[in-house]
């Protein structure tokens, strides 16, 4: 009776506890508003070149059709005025004439020589018929050869939105098609289209590529001002979003880059000091603190290094575990095994073993030998 009875309650008591801890997981966690916890909690997102293409396609298209104008022309006034439609709309409907002239789509004074037909170049000299000759909205007119070396040049020197007309004090910008017309060769093409894109992405105040290498990602917020910490999807970088430059909150931009500048350059000032003056009292206090925030930007640096070489000989080890696991199981079935699948199993099995004892003896060598020093 009394054994059934201790049975009953620790059966009883089971339940209870089973009971209690089914409570305790019914139980919601309250949710943590992320921006009021983090003080440096930024809203932002990454985007793909794709998802990108099709945001500023959204606004031409709609600047386009409100304006009845061309996609050309609205790439041109959008990235004049950062790529805020509704703003270009309103001033457009109060005076469109001005909103071309900022856009440097129109020239702000006439020129003389418009809708005057030409024979010569003037860039060229050539006499040619008229059918040879392009102008812009400022009626300058040059031949089309002279067009299409002149944006040769421009697109190689890594200019694209802001081509301007050839005509001397010519402010005019010529439009994506305009370029495209004079422009036959398919690398060139490609190449001005890149640039486009990266000027278009540059002006836009709500986006930024990310700075890591090979990187592809870009951000999109919707503030600028300030340190403003992103990480990007791709690469893992952070950054700060608004000058681009490693994370540096709570300082601000220009405090950060006006720092780097200077540290540039007192590292050259360092080593003239070291190697060219006495000691003195203002250089070894100079020279102090210099030393110090150096040797502190250097351990990082060795701390990453550190890490990636942790990581990887865990995964070694985790490797060589999985190995002798499965060499483990396939002894137990070695009725059902091939002979060959086991002695294959063992031989991975021991070089992974050789690998992981030669990096424990070199890792040994090296201490020894720093000790040593």
């Known amino acids: 009776m009394s054994v059934d009875s201790d049975m009953e309650y620790s059966d009883n008591d089971g339940d209870e506890y089973g009971d209690y801890y089914g409570e305790q997981d019914d139980c919601e966690m309250e949710t943590v508003d992320q921006s009021k916890t983090d003080p440096e909690y930024f809203l932002f997102s990454c985007l793909r070149v794709e998802e990108v293409e099709k945001l500023l396609n959204e606004s031409i298209e709609l600047l386009s059709n409100s304006l009845q ?13 950062d790529w805020n439609a509704q703003e270009i709309i309103d001033k457009y409907k109060e005076n469109p004439n001005e909103v071309l002239i900022h856009s440097r789509v129109k020239p702000r004074v006439p020129s003389l020589s418009a809708n005057i037909s030409c024979s010569t170049c003037a860039v060229c000299a050539t006499a040619n018929s008229t059918q040879k000759y392009s102008a812009l909205t400022c009626g300058h007119y040059f031949c089309n050869e002279c067009w299409a070396m002149h944006f040769e040049v421009q697109i190689m020197q890594g200019v694209s939105n802001t ?14 098609d305009f370029v495209l017309s004079h422009v036959a060769k398919p690398t060139l093409r490609d190449r001005y289209q890149q640039f486009m ?24 917020a919707w503030v600028r001002e300030g340190a403003r910490r992103v990480e990007c999807q791709g690469c893992e970088l952070l950054t700060c979003f608004s000058c681009g430059a490693p994370h540096h909150a709570p300082t ?24 060219h003056t006495k000691a003195r009292e203002a250089l070894k206090k100079y020279l102090h603190y210099y030393e110090r925030w150096e040797n502190h930007a250097r351990s990082l640096k060795l701390e990453e290094q550190t890490l990636a070489s942790l990581k990887s000989r865990i995964n070694q080890k985790a490797q060589l575990e999985a190995e002798i696991e499965n060499l483990s199981w396939k002894v137990e079935r070695a009725e059902t095994t091939d002979r060959g699948d086991l002695e294959n199993q063992m031989d991975i099995a021991e070089k992974r073993r050789t690998i992981l004892l030669k990096d424990f003896l070199d890792i040994n060598t090296n201490c020894a030998s720093s000790s040593k020093m």
Request: proline residues 7%.
């Open 69 to 81: 104008i061309t996609p050309s022309l609205a790439k041109v006034i959008l990235h004049a005025y």
């Open 252 to 275: 601000d931009c220009i405090t950060i880059r006006l720092w780097l500048t200077k540290c540039a350059d007192d590292s050259e000032t360092a080593n003239y000091i070291s190697a």
């Open 163 to 176: 081509i301007q007309c050839m005509a001397q004090e010519c402010e005019v910008i010529a439009p994506e």
């Open 197 to 220: 894109f990266k000027d278009h992405l540059k002006s836009h105040p709500q986006l930024r590529f990310c700075p890591g290498p090979n990187c592809q990602w870009i951000f999109r």
